[in-house]
């Protein structure tokens, strides 16, 4: 419908207003389409101080809070994704999964057929625990800990990946 079409246009914008200010997001990062009657946005991040977990936290937050974010809810709704609460996932190509194993476990051969949908689910969620983990020890760890992660990054990694 012309209405769908329009509020697809605009989602880009819309989604990029919720990410702007916490997670550094234009308008530009971000591109919208429909694909199998499923949203389907891919947003670029730019900043090395966000993660892919801290944008779909607050899309998510946003799709939840329909009083603070009507626009992007009615957009959501137009399209044919309003009715009951929205889902925010995180899709990750295969081959990219399949070589973040080979790098931490080298010794480990998975072919693509074996890195099924419940697998990679499962490997997501425990990356997004980890990293969840340390999101709050550093918060906890007081208003330097992001000065003391910036010099630990500068460090030269122990890790070798031939």
Known sequence: SPEAA?????LPEL???VLSWQCRV?????DCSIMENILQAGVK???PHESVHRVTDVLQSALADKKRHQDLNEAFAAIGCG???STVMVQWPVSRIQEQI????????LPLSFLSEELTSKLLDAQRCAAMALEEALES???DSMDALQS?????SLARYD
């Open 45 to 47: 991040i730019r900043s």
């Open 152 to 156: 630990l990054e500068d460090l030269e």
């Open 26 to 30: 234009q308008s530009d990062d971000v």
């Open 102 to 109: 080979r790098l931490a476990a080298p010794q480990y051969e």
């Open 83 to 85: 009715e009951g609460p």
């Open 15 to 17: 989604i990029a207003d």
């Open 6 to 10: 329009e509020a697809l246009s605009r």
């Open 141 to 143: 760890a007081g208003g």
